[in-house]
């Protein structure tokens, strides 16, 4: 069983014939809306993985509050544990570039408000053995007292330290599991310019002062994993990008599901990663997470 304590937004996408650069206007061609956020994001690609869901989070009480949900209600994610909030449902502004790359701007709304008794409240209804996933776009009292929680209680944690922020170094510290890209591997180690080798060799310091599994995401080079003090790799699809928003989602979605479900570390981290390219071939967060037996197809 998955716990995600994280965020639920609506993503509001427009695709531009480039990334504007700061104080410039470009032209766009198509404006969508989705739902999103990295918490629902990731819940519902471990659903989709084939795994049991239940989402830990808040919407508002506005026009966005049920579609937001849509796709996770569909998909059948748990989310007795979803409240309400006076504040407007979490947004993503996202901008996507013609060649699939993207900058968003969040606003974090409702999420601001899942705080430290939500976070025990979640855990307290989790057994032994489950897996609670977290990200950076929920409070960070809230991620604390979760992860806290799930340690003294023999729960695996895994937390995605996106976006990257001031508590993240602290706060990953406590996980089991520490997934990043990287650029935010590099900040969160305080290291810059790292080559393949220098990075690596990183990951396993930190795996082996911490006691944590770390994976870098490197996009269309897959990724690298720091696990018992050996390096681990694992390669994606050669696929031609429509829109890389969501992938890392789907990823951490499908490696939480990988994992839960008992497949070797190795096999996780490889069907995660067709997963995220996938992912990369359809437009939207939710919309374009592949469902299990697309993902098997490829493997």
Request: glycine share 10%; with cysteine; aromatic share 4%.
């Amino acid at each position: 069983m998955i716990t995600v304590l994280g965020s639920i937004n609506m993503d509001l996408i427009a695709s531009v014939t480039r990334l504007p650069k700061p104080g410039e206007t470009v032209a766009g061609n198509n404006f969508v809306t989705a739902p999103g956020g990295k918490g629902a994001n990731q819940a519902l690609a471990a659903r989709r993985a084939g795994a049991a869901v239940a989402m830990v989070g808040a919407c508002g009480e506005d026009e966005f509050a049920v579609p937001a949900l849509t796709y996770l209600r569909y998909d059948g994610v748990n989310l007795d544990r979803v409240k309400s909030a006076s504040r407007a449902t979490g947004v993503a502004l996202i901008f996507v570039g013609s060649d699939g790359e993207n900058v968003i701007a969040i606003v974090a709304g409702a999420n601001g408000t899942v705080s430290v008794e939500d976070a025990k409240a979640a855990v307290a209804a989790m057994s032994r053995g489950d897996t609670l996933m977290l990200q950076m776009e929920i409070p960070p009292e809230a991620i604390e007292a979760g992860l806290k929680a799930a340690r003294e209680k023999g729960i695996t944690t895994i937390v995605n330290i996106a976006p990257l922020t001031a508590d993240a170094r602290r706060l990953a510290q406590l996980a089991d599991i520490v997934i990043a890209n990287e650029t935010e591997f590099e900040l969160f180690t305080d290291t810059h310019g790292l080559d393949n080798g220098a990075r690596e060799a990183e990951m396993l310091r930190v795996n082996k002062d911490f006691r944590q599994t770390v994976i870098v995401t490197l996009g269309a080079d897959g990724m690298v994993a720091a696990r018992d003090g050996k390096i681990v790799r694992a390669a994606g699809l050669k696929i031609d990008p429509v829109d890389t928003v969501g992938a890392g989602d789907t990823f951490c979605g499908y490696f939480a599901a990988g994992m839960d479900r008992g497949l070797g570390f190795e096999m996780a981290l490889r069907r995660a990663a067709v997963a995220g390219s996938l992912s990369c071939m359809k437009p939207g967060a939710q919309p374009s997470i592949p469902f299990a037996a697309d993902v098997d197809s490829h493997m």
